[in-house]
């Protein structure tokens, strides 16, 4: 259970929500540690240090944190909740799979946990189920953020662009980090090949954060890709990719042979052979447009 605190240690309790919140996890972990050489056997400040600690992918230690929280009495579903996380993503889908489970058996709606398992059982190629298990945690809790979250994952992964939309509305209105809504919008564009608008989420986020260098990466790629010199790579992507577009010359030069259309075949292959040297040559012809531009 948690323990009754002071006004300066609530004051600094308020500090560690925010600065998680705005993912200053480094700044929250050092306060939550000062805080526990006041509070050492606080199992709610353990669970909350176990948070910090798995979005700094220290997650042996989250894993500790957390068992230890539930021997000193902090709340078990939450507790096996996070346990199921980290195990999912350190993809021990099994050990997920047992304490996702148990957390609904302490609190069979929990929408956390419900979505997370439903995500877990996307990944491990259980569509229906998680299909099922996604909708009834929504229908627990429609504004859940881990809910929605995970929904989006899901209907991203699917393909399904008006859900996508639908689950992004929702993450608008509720998400309470800027950059963590416009991660989502970014991807979204970014799979339905709307290269132009993520290209525009990502420089927000790097904008807001300009240390960021993977998201300096993520932006410089994005930018690439809308480059008007991968104009034939976004056409044939549309028409099913290099494979379908081999499969497709290769069948049409068999047919216009046995036609006997010669001339045809050869102005096809050409094309097609110049095509490919073009594609090979594109990252080339973007660097070196880039240093022109």
Known sequence: MMQSYDKEKLNELNEINYFSSIGRYEVALDKINHIMSFHPNDGYILFLRANCLINLEKYQDAIEDCKQAISFGYSADKCKYLLGQIHMILKRYVESEEYLLDALVENPNMSNAMATYGYLMFLTGHEKKAAKLLEEALKIEPDNETALHYCFYYHLAKGKHRNQIAVVEKLMSNS????????????????????????????????????????????????????????????????????????????????????????????????????????????TLYKLFSKFK
């Open 176 to 283: 309470n980090s800027e950059i963590t809504t416009l991660m989502k919008i970014g991807m979204m564009e970014y799979y339905r090949d709307h290269y132009k608008a993520a290209s525009e989420c990502f420089r927000q986020i790097f904008l807001l954060d300009p240390t960021d260098q993977k998201i300096l990466k993520l932006l410089q790629r994005v930018q690439e890709e809308a480059s008007i010199l991968y104009f034939p790579q976004r056409i044939i992507a549309k028409l099913g990719g290099p494979a379908v577009i081999w499969v497709s010359v290769v069948i049409t030069s068999f047919v216009l042979i046995k036609l006997n259309y010669i001339g045809t075949t050869l102005i096809i292959l050409s094309v097609y052979f110049v095509l490919c040297i073009y594609m090979w040559l594109t990252p």
